[in-house]
């Protein structure tokens, strides 16, 4: 297993335009998420997923947004008429259930959405 | 608002020098876990703390989980060049499905 692998790694679209992001996680993690983040900021949750279901939603994934975990392995993530305030790094991880001393996330390298 | 508050935001010493990071919060964890992110890459966990008051050691590294489980910090002994990156402490909160919620990060440089 090679860990979190997002593709593609870096995308410019122009605005009004839908883009779609995909993230295959570590194969024995049922849990994955995906966060926003912009320069000098740290990672802002959007979703999560356990297995194929959407558990949370943030209140930052306007109705633009969606994603999906359709088998409970592969996510996607798409922006649809996207707007320049979209222009950040979009980031994916998976983790194990449990929260214990030895939990912690498997971030991927992200995606660089730049919208022009 | 943000629920975790790092700080410094920006740090700049030179090699050899000792620093210490901060991240606190009004709100209690159920643990809180540091990672370091490269410019272009995801952050990468360095470690998770998980009980009040604990003191975890990573080689120049030290992290401690303040006793009421709301604040950390990360102190870094002779930091060297190769420590430059953004620094985050990300908070888990009981019942809320492992999702993190990080600080702002903070930028550390280290010159040579």
Same mark, same amino acid.
């Given at each position: ?116 | ?9 920006? /740090? ?27 410019? &272009? ?24 989980? %303040?006793? !009421?489980?709301?604040?950390?910090? /990360?102190?870094?002994? !002779? !930091?060297?060049? %190769? ?6 402490? !990300? ?11 990080? &600080?702002? &990060? ?7």
């Amino acid at each position: 297993d090679t860990g979190v692998s997002q593709d593609p790694r870096h995308k410019i679209t122009k605005r009004g335009q839908n883009v779609t992001f995909r993230c295959d996680p570590i194969s024995e993690h049922n849990r994955l998420y995906w966060y926003r983040q912009t320069l000098g900021q740290g990672p802002e949750f959007l979703t999560y997923f356990q297995n194929e279901a959407q558990l949370e939603k943030s209140r930052l994934l306007s109705d633009r947004f969606s994603a999906e975990r359709p088998k409970g392995s592969f996510s996607t993530l798409e922006i649809q008429r996207t707007e320049q305030g979209d222009s950040a790094m979009y980031l994916c991880a998976s983790s194990p259930e449990g929260t214990g001393p030895n939990y912690g996330y498997t971030f991927g390298s992200g995606t660089r959405l730049t919208v022009v | 608002t943000q629920l975790l508050e790092q700080s410094p935001q920006f /740090l700049s010493i030179q090699e050899g020098e000792n620093l210490t990071v901060y991240c606190n919060s009004s709100s209690v964890f159920s643990s809180l876990q540091w990672y370091r992110q490269e410019p &272009g890459e995801g952050p990468v966990l360095l470690v998770t703390v998980v009980t009040g008051g604990e003191v975890k050691k990573l080689k120049r590294l030290t992290f401690q989980f %303040g006793d !009421a489980r709301k604040d950390s910090s /990360l102190h870094i002994t !002779a !930091a060297q060049p %190769g420590d430059t990156g953004l620094y985050l402490c !990300a908070g888990v909160m009981r019942n809320q499905g492992g999702k993190l919620i990080f &600080g702002q &990060g903070t930028e550390l440089s280290v010159k040579p």
